[in-house]
């Protein structure tokens, strides 16, 4: 993960687009030039969905995408300010803070093939992420996982493997148990490093597969945040320390994007 000495505004950005893309998902695109402009992929934006305090707190996204001035997010509706965020129409605005937090390390890489591996909402990130890659040559697979076909978040992203639970689509199984399947054929063919972002059991999995095969390995956590910029506390988790033994961080500054050999399994 590189750690980030961006820019970060806070800036009154206007909804260009909003569209849903699931019965429970939504991507919406905010005209934000100076985030645009010096975004990484992993980075997050934290959002003011409106100006009263009903939420009190900004609520945190991944930047799924960038298009010239615009940044898009991709969020599931699951409570009070995701509803507002999905139910807002164009040309309104929010308060949006960005870009915060550090990126995915895929400078110089020491790989010639990434696996994006996803899991529900944990795919927002990924959009970002391959063009990104797509720009300095490296290959990459997508790994995208879900409960069922509903849940597979693929929109624009290309060769991609998907897994679900019940079989409705792809794979039957869990997206790890689908890097299991494929990784002889995979790891004959090139260097690999994994890129993971989803719910908490499944980068478990992940940083254990990666252990398993000696694969390098980045994460994307969650946590419940506040303020995203390391006042607050709120996003502390617990992590092993670089010298051995558990420290805790601040996800919003150390993360969200840490590496596997980190997460407490
Ligand atoms: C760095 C980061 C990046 C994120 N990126 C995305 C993204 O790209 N797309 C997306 O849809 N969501 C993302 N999330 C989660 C998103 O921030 C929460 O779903 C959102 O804040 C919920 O707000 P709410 O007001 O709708 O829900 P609330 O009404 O506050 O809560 C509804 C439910 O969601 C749970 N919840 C609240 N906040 C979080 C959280 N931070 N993580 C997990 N569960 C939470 C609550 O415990 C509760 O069960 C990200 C979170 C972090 C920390």
Do not use: W
Not at 111 to 130: H, K, Y
């Amino acid at each position: 993960m590189m750690p980030e000495t961006l820019p970060i505004t806070d800036l009154t950005a206007a909804i260009t687009a909003s569209r849903k893309i699931s019965e429970d998902v939504s991507v919406i695109t905010f005209e934000c030039p100076e985030i645009a402009s010096v975004a990484r992929p992993g980075n997050f934006v934290n959002i003011k969905v409106n100006d009263t305090t009903q939420p009190l707190l900004r609520r945190p996204f991944s930047i799924h995408n960038v298009r010239g001035n615009s940044i898009d997010i991709m969020a599931r509706n699951v409570g009070c300010g995701t509803a507002i965020l999905a139910g807002s129409p164009c040309f309104s605005t929010m308060q949006v803070l960005g870009p915060l937090g550090n990126s995915f390390d895929i400078l110089n890489p020491s790989f010639d093939t990434a696996l994006l591996v996803s899991g529900g909402i944990g795919t927002a990130p990924m959009l970002f992420l391959e063009k990104q890659l797509a720009l300095q040559g490296s290959g990459c697979i997508n790994f995208v996982g879900g409960r069922t076909s509903r849940d597979l978040l693929l929109q624009n992203l290309s060769n991609c493997r998907t897994a679900t639970d019940d079989g409705s689509a792809g794979f039957r199984g869990t997206v790890v148990e689908l890097l299991e399947h494929d990784i002889e054929a995979l790891g004959k063919k090139s260097r690999l490093k994994i890129f993971a972002c989803g719910p908490n059991p499944m980068l478990r999995a992940v940083a254990a597969f990666s252990r398993k095969y000696g694969i390098a390995c980045e994460v994307s956590l969650e946590s419940i945040m506040g303020c995203g910029i390391g006042i607050c506390y709120g996003c502390s988790v617990e992590v092993r320390a670089p010298g051995g033994g558990i420290e805790t961080v601040l996800l919003c500054r150390e993360g969200p994007v840490l590496d596997a050999g980190r997460l407490v399994l």
